[in-house]
């Protein structure tokens, strides 16, 4: 019994293993960054941009599902947004949704281009 320990613990003391370790573990930070905080600062960036160039006549939608049309772009940080005809609505720049406004326009265009 005492002989089979004495192995198991001279094999766990392997001077090498440290750097195995910290190899690993700066694999796995790399990939963590890669998958996961990268793709997120960009779709960041891209929100900010899309915020910044807005303009009166853009077709939105906010993420709350409200769909409208931009009236008018205020210096607080809020847009007047027009929901129907005569209907306005004062909302945050940040509660638009990049990504059902973009897909949202792309159905607009896809019916003009049929007609």
């Known amino acids: 019994m005492t002989n089979s320990l004495s ?3 001279l094999q ?3 001077p090498n293993m440290g750097i195995y370790n910290f ?3 700066g694999g796995m930070i790399l990939v963590f960054w890669l998958f996961m905080i990268r793709p997120q600062a960009k ?3 891209l929100a900010k941009k899309f915020q910044e160039d807005m303009q009166k006549g853009d077709k939105i939608v906010t993420i709350a599902g409200i769909h ?3 009236n008018r ?3 607080d940080g809020t847009i007047m947004l027009e929901t ?3 209907s306005y609505l004062k909302i945050e720049k940040s509660a638009i949704s990049i990504e059902w406004s973009t897909n949202a326009n792309k159905a607009i265009t896809a019916a003009a281009d049929k007609k």
């Open 7 to 9: 192995i198991v613990l």
């Open 43 to 45: 779709k960041q960036k």
């Open 73 to 75: 772009v205020n210096d």
């Open 12 to 14: 766990a003391a392997n």
């Open 68 to 70: 409208g049309t931009v």
């Open 23 to 25: 190899m690993l573990i």
């Open 84 to 86: 129907s005809p005569g």
